[in-house]
């Protein structure tokens, strides 16, 4: 894991970034991620002084996988952080979209095990080795619909209660911090719908959120930096953060907040 800490801003608003790099799966289990974002939301808030950070004002953001963990900080950290801001997360690790042959992935020439199972290991990495195959392990266990079984160990269908403990979704409640969710609605690899799942819990105990939909966008959207609806996404997502973390200089609305789209 690397708690690297950067000093540019993301803006002029003050914000800065950190990088956690966690351990990846299937090498290592969910409850060990978790744990690396645990330790790494600590050690920022042990070495805030030094670092000439506020620990009250430590925002989680992340993409994807990322995502999801940054949907997870939203309860399994301690204090909870004051922003979450999720690009194309998810927040039901134990779905059908993930514990079943994903029809997208399908479309794709089936992947033996065998080789599939060659292109990972059992030693512990928070990086992947240049030159890596291990999309071949993550598009095998998409079309098998085996990647929840392989992340936790656990049978969504056997086990379907404990993952409680590992589905945002299930545990968005009064205490939820403020959140931001952006997804585009074609995006082929965590469906759209997961995004306005999240949004609907997070109606239903009036948490503080926006929802920027990108029409027409996929998976990864933001790669294309000169996008002027990805441009505009990043705006907005940098207000929201600067809201929530500086609300005394922004005169901030904390109200909830209709979902948005950008087209």
Known sequence: MDNGISTRPVSRRRIHGS????????????????EDVQDA???????????????????????SAGGYLALMAGFALDPRPPVIVAFYGYGDVAGTWYSQPDPYYLKQP???QAEAEATVGTTELSEAPAGNKRSTFY??????????????????????AAFDRFCPIRNVTLQYPPTLLLHGDADTDV????????IEGLTRE????DFIQLHGKGHVFDRDSTDPDV???????VEFLNARLHPAQTGANMSVLPAKPVH
Request: aromatic letters at 8%.
């Open 19 to 34: 990088g956690d790099r966690y351990r990846l799966a299937p090498e290592t289990k969910l409850p060990g991620i978790l």
């Open 41 to 63: 939301y600590g050690w920022l808030r042990k070495t805030a002084t030094e670092l000439h950070i506020d620990p009250t004002r430590l925002g989680i953001v992340g993409h």
């Open 110 to 112: 089936l992947i033996p």
């Open 139 to 160: 598009v095998y266990l998409r079309q098998q619909g085996l990647w929840p079984q392989r992340v936790t160990g656990l049978d969504p269908r056997r086990d379907g």
């Open 191 to 198: 469906p759209f719908q997961q995004s306005v799942d999240m």
């Open 206 to 209: 009036k948490i503080p959120h």
């Open 231 to 237: 441009t505009a996404a990043f705006n907005r997502a």
